[in-house]
């Protein structure tokens, strides 16, 4: 698969085998792609395409850590996720020119916020999203958007999320979740991060979307 796009910084892993599936990911705030490349290391799946993205701006974690964001801490967040999600639609725009259409979404924390979001906005733009630890703005506004959505979802949380509470989400995903032919929901114990249940589940989810293995 050969990419020709106008996103600036972005790291792109080919197949070992010539197929039309993209995995585009989305980090977390304070992180950058490198972070979501374990994702593929842990997949193992030789007949997918990776995309990962870095955020358009930067972020100084509490340790010092030189990171991207997708968008500002509430309240100023609205501003950053149009962009981010503008950005996003303009990528897949020129995917889809190029006959990539074979899509599957995934984000971790801000990335699981901005992908839902999209997703929501976009039905059309990917077949199936994986989103970890995130959270729903803009909620009323979500839950007004058109229902019997394409895209194949499935979010996960921690019971013990640190950072975003799991209860919050979940009351908030009740009022979003119908809009979707194919929506599942699970959480368990685990903190803010991605474990390797988030690997086996997203790997099962990718072969019920793709039906690859």
Known sequence: MNLKISYKDYQFVSSKQNTPY???????????FFGMRKIKHKLK?????????????EWITDTGFLGKSWYERPPHHNMGLKKSLNLLSQLIIELN????????????SQGSVLGLEYILRYPNDVKGFFGMSGFIFREQ????LDSN?????????GLLDEVLNAQDYKNSLQK??????????EDWNKLHLIDDRDIRLMKSHIN???DIS
């Open 45 to 57: 799946l030789d007949n997918m395409n990776y995309l990962f993205l870095n955020a358009p701006d």
């Open 149 to 157: 959505n394409p895209t194949n979802v499935f979010l996960t949380h």
């Open 97 to 108: 020119s190029q006959g990539i259409n074979q899509i599957y979404l995934n984000g971790f």
């Open 141 to 144: 506004e979500l839950s007004q």
């Open 176 to 185: 979003i979740s119908n809009k979707f032919i194919s929506f599942t929901y």
């Open 208 to 210: 019920q979307v793709f």
């Open 22 to 32: 993209l995995m585009i990911s989305l980090h977390g705030r304070g992180d950058t």
